[in-house]
């Protein structure tokens, strides 16, 4: 029944390194999910698990000593990974464009805000200045921006923070793009505006038909805006399935111990049971399952050999041992209060 | 902005009077008694005398100051000892050769020192960094007096190390006639050299620090995101801000010139302010000493305001951030 969705962005294994003075860093290290259409996939996991990094790898925005070391990135069939630096560009805040956690920091300065909305819009439209100017004012208006013909003329630093990220927004949609990637968009901001640009994502995704890859480490954002997720910990995708799936019947232990430790009032909570330990340190991953230190059901397999995503059932990922036929542990488990029977 | 301005300009006063008293007490810092080290060695009483009250210095020293103070403020700072031509008029003969020197030096300075600090920041780490980097050291760390003395060797006199012979367009570029009024260019190419190059080192390091720091902000990770060529990234989006701290130090760096020629001029026997006041020193002529201190540092000030000024009103949008 469930008809084939066209995924405009398939990344497959990817694998990005950093050098640094202690050796080499897998940030990211064999992760994949796929963008369909006009849909909003969610990008989440705790803090260094390596999801600005995965975004980046895919606008090929990374700092000197980080490069992606494997795995591919199809967006529309071709591989972002085999174009040339000016193929690229022209991708680049064109078809697919990025906004950022920190708008404060995140414009430039000594530039007017409609300087800065109308360069994306003459380097990739060929355009006249004054005919990039009246668009600009027109995506101000877009973005809900009061007076847009007078905050056109002037610099950033006359802008409240949800108002540059507005301009951030609007920038990154002049072009039309069919991904937007939104790393983060609201963390930065107060609870009221995080809500407001939330909203205004959610709506222009609507009208103007674009995919949005929201990366975030807040699982009520990923409720609100997400059509699909895939849960990252430590560099690697560890759940991928569609938004009522993840929440409804969570499968993954690092997935149950993060809604875990959400407060909620949909379902019954006994109590929060926090996932124990830390995160591990990329210099330092475990050999096994990445999360086996601090997984509450952990067999000794788990500590030795690395799970794969496997796909299990309708467009659904896992990277668990306790969902293949290899399975050593019990066949009823009880993860964060919540019982559950397991294959094996 | 204005309220600023005002601010900083009513700060100058008490600097300026401040350096008026400094300049002033020069007369009285010498040990002994000035009227007799000025007219020199071997001059009656009655010369002394003459000079003693010429010069007023029989006097009270604040009723001294106060008539130092009142004429200068008027452009008149008294005569020269030795020509008895106003003071005014010997500094006003020399001061334009040091602006013109300056100007030249500063421009020479920043002309290098940008281009090294960009090409060092757009590749930094590289060898091309490290070979820039290695020279600048070399001119931030050269005596400027060591580098007129080599350069005079080397072009003027011909002696090129490694006995390489020098090509002739290279001397008739470099070499140097009698200095004075209406210096042709070609005699201020060595000196400009001389003056300028470890300017062109601060300038080069400074671009280059400030071209880092701005190359790891946020704002140029979006200007990538949006599909910036990295040409442009560099020229449009970091060097405009990497450039304001730079404008600071260009500014105070001319500052310097004007008042710290004195050793250039000296070695190339150029006429400007601060041989002038070499040979002030040298023949005690104390009226033109006082002179030309007080205007090399009311012009110091006034750079300084200006730099001041300009820094602020190039950092305000980055200030407020
Ligand atoms: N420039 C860099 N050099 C070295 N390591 C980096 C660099 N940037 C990121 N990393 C590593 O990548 C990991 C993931 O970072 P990131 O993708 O920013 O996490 P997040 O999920 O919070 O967005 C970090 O823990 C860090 O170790
Ligand atoms: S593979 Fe094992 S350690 Fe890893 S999450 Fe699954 S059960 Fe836990
Ligand atoms: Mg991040």
């Known amino acids: 029944m469930t008809q084939q969705l066209e995924n405009i962005l398939e990344v497959n294994n990817l694998q990005t390194v950093f050098a640094t003075e202690g050796g080499e860093v897998r940030a990211v290290d064999g992760v994949s999910f796929v963008v369909p259409k006009g849909k909003t996939i969610g990008i989440v996991g705790e803090s260094g698990s390596g999801k600005s990094i995965t975004s980046l790898s895919i606008l090929r925005l990374l700092a000197k000593n980080g490069k992606v070391n494997d795995g591919e990135i199809l967006f529309k069939g071709k591989d972002l990974l085999k174009l040339t630096d000016k193929q690229m560009r022209d991708i680049r805040g064109n078809q697919i464009s990025m906004i950022f956690q920190e708008p404060m920091t995140s414009l430039n300065p ?59 927004i609007a920038m990154a949609l002049a072009c039309d793009p069919e ?95 926090p996932i124990k330990g830390m ?66 | 902005m204005t ?21 002033f007490s020069l007369m009285f810092l010498i040990p002994g008694d000035p009227a007799r080290v000025m007219a020199g060695e071997g001059a009656s009483e009655q010369t002394i005398e003459n000079l003693r009250e010429k010069l007023g210095l029989n006097d009270p020293a604040y009723v001294q100051y106060g008539r130092f103070i009142t004429s200068a403020v008027k452009g008149d700072l008294g005569n020269s000892v030795r020509s008895g031509r106003p003071v005014m008029d010997e500094i006003s003969a020399r001061f334009w050769i040091t602006v013109e020197l300056s100007i030249y030096a500063t421009i020479l300075s920043v002309f290098i020192g940008l281009i090294a600090g960009i090409v060092s920041a757009v590749r ?57 009024w209406g210096e042709s260019w070609r005699q201020m190419v060595l000196p400009v050299i001389t003056l300028g190059t470890g300017g062109a080192a601060i300038i080069a390091r400074m671009t280059r620090s400030s071209m880092l720091e701005v190359i790891g902000q946020d704002y140029i990770r979006t200007a990538r995101a949006k599909g910036v060529s990295e040409r442009l990234v560099i020229y449009r989006h970091a060097l405009k801000n990497a450039l304001i701290p730079v404008v600071t130090v260009i500014g105070l760096e001319f500052g310097g010139f004007l008042g710290g020629a004195v050793l250039t001029e000296t070695i190339f026997a150029i006429n400007g302010m601060g041989r002038l006041t070499i040979d002030a020193i040298r023949q005690r002529d104390f009226p033109i000493v006082q002179g030309t201190v007080l205007v090399i540092s009311i012009i110091f000030v006034l750079v300084n305001l200006l730099v001041d000024i300009s820094y602020k009103f190039l950092n305000k949008r980055i200030d407020l951030n």
């Not at chain 1, 101000?140 to 610099?155: A, H, M, N």
């Not at chain 1, 067999?299 to 794969?308: G, L, N, Y």
């Open chain 1, 110 to 168: 000594v530039y007017t805000v409609g300087q800065q909305i109308s360069e994306t819009l003459i380097i990739h439209k060929k355009i006249s200045k004054q005919e990039a100017m009246k668009q600009s004012v027109d995506m101000l208006k877009l973005v809900g921006i009061p007076s847009p013909e007078k905050r056109v003329k002037q610099y950033p630093h006359e802008l409240s923070g949800g108002m540059r990220q507005r301009v951030m």
């Open chain 1, 179 to 273: 991904i937007l990637i939104a790393d983060e968009p609201t963390t930065a901001l107060d609870v009221t505006i995080q809500a407001q640009i939330l909203e205004l994502i959610r709506d222009l995704q609507n009208r103007l038909d674009m995919s949005v890859i929201m990366i975030t480490h807040d699982l009520g954002v990923v409720a609100e805006t997400c059509d699909y997720v895939a849960v990252m910990y430590a560099g690697q995708v560890v759940e991928y399935s569609d938004v009522r799936t993840l929440f409804k019947n969570p499968k993954h232990p690092y997935t149950l111990g993060l809604l875990n430790s959400l407060p909620r009032h949909d379902v019954d909570q006994e109590k929060l049971i």
């Open chain 1, 279 to 344: 995160v591990p340190s990329p210099h330092d991953m475990p050999v096994g399952c990445r999360f086996a230190p601090r997984c509450p059901v952990a067999t000794q397999a788990c500590h030795t050999k690395p799970p794969m995503l496997e796909s299990i059932g309708n467009n659904e990922q896992i990277r668990c041992w306790m969902y293949s036929e290899e399975w050593d542990g019990d066949s009823e488990v009880t993860l964060y209060g919540e019982k559950r029977t397991v294959k094996g």
């Open chain 2, 3 to 23: 309220k600023y301005i005002i601010r900083r300009l009513l700060q100058t006063i008490p600097v300026l009077i401040g350096v008026s008293i400094l300049v």
């Open chain 2, 124 to 180: 930094h780490y590289t060898l091309t960094d490290i070979f820039i980097m290695i020279i600048a050291l070399f001119g931030l760390s050269m005596p400027n007096f060591w580098l007129g003395l080599v350069l005079i060797q080397w072009f003027a006199l011909g002696n090129l190390p490694f006995g390489m012979d020098m090509p002739a367009w290279l001397f008739d570029i470099v070499q140097m006639r009698p200095s004075g």
